[in-house]
């Protein structure tokens, strides 16, 4: 069966770095495009960042552009998000999804999530 | 950047009709997808593309759309689906974009 697996949450100072992994298994890997979705503390989801099945193209929300940055291991089926120069509205639960889709972005499986809390 | 408007709430009596709608730009070009989300836990991926539902999610749950607004549609409420439901939909930037959501409440 499908699974993904977050990690690496934590709670973080202002403006430190953190690195997510999401640990994909029960297909192949290579076929999918992957998400960042995030959602903070009572608040609804929002888009962070998308990687294509192929690793050609990536795109990032406003808000985390020139900050996050997302890429993929094929070998070890897993995808990453580098968190740089975090601001305390980082604040989130991040979840990774798997997107079927050629044509418009749609999520199928999701991880179960890990908690980012960015805090002094 | 592109935006998708969801009403904040709606309530439905059980065994009645709902519609969740969704406003964007973006949807003149893209399909939306729905989500269900209970508290707690994660998404839930209910329809795609132009009406299609993943496996194990029941055939009460339908989606239209007309030029620039998508719809969700439950047809006999049960109380299971009281959830926050979000739209989602690609731009023409190749981001992605959520509504704000619908909490649904099942009178």
């Given at each position: 069966q499908v699974q993904?697996?977050?990690?690496?949450?934590?709670?973080?100072?202002?403006?430190?770095?953190?690195r997510l992994s999401c640990t994909a298994s029960?297909?192949?890997?290579?076929?999918?495009?992957?998400?960042?979705?995030?959602q903070a503390p009572?608040?609804?989801?929002?888009?962070?960042?998308?990687i294509w099945f192929d690793g050609s193209k990536k795109c990032y929300g406003d808000s985390v552009r020139g900050r996050f940055t997302i890429s993929r291991d094929d070998y070890k089926n897993t995808?990453?998000?580098?968190?740089?120069s975090l601001r305390v509205e980082d604040t989130a639960v991040y979840y990774c999804a798997r997107d079927p889709s050629s044509t418009s972005y749609h999520f199928d499986y999701w991880g179960q999530g890990t908690l980012v809390t960015v805090s002094s | 950047s592109?935006?998708?408007?969801?009403?904040?709430?709606?309530?439905?009596?059980?065994?009645?009709?709902?519609?969740?709608?969704?406003?964007?730009?973006?949807?003149?070009s893209y399909y939306a997808s729905w989500y269900q989300q209970r508290p707690?836990?994660?998404?839930?991926l209910v329809i795609y593309d132009k009406n299609y539902r993943p496996s194990g999610i029941p055939d009460r749950f339908s989606a239209s759309s007309s030029g620039n607004t998508a719809y969700l549609t439950i047809t006999g409420a049960q109380a299971e689906d009281?959830?926050?439901?979000?739209?989602?939909s690609r731009d023409t930037s190749d981001k992605g974009v959520f509504g704000g959501g619908t909490k649904l409440t099942v009178l």
């Open positions: 993904l697996v977050e990690s690496g949450g934590g709670v973080i100072q202002p403006g430190g770095s953190l029960g297909y192949t890997f290579t076929t999918y495009g992957l998400h960042w979705v995030r009572g608040k609804g989801l929002e888009w962070v960042a998308v995808l990453y998000l580098q968190m740089n | 592109s935006e998708l408007t969801q009403d904040p709430a709606v309530s439905v009596a059980l065994g009645q009709t709902v519609r969740i709608t969704c406003q964007g730009d973006s949807l003149r707690g836990q994660a998404p839930v009281e959830a926050d439901y979000y739209c989602h």
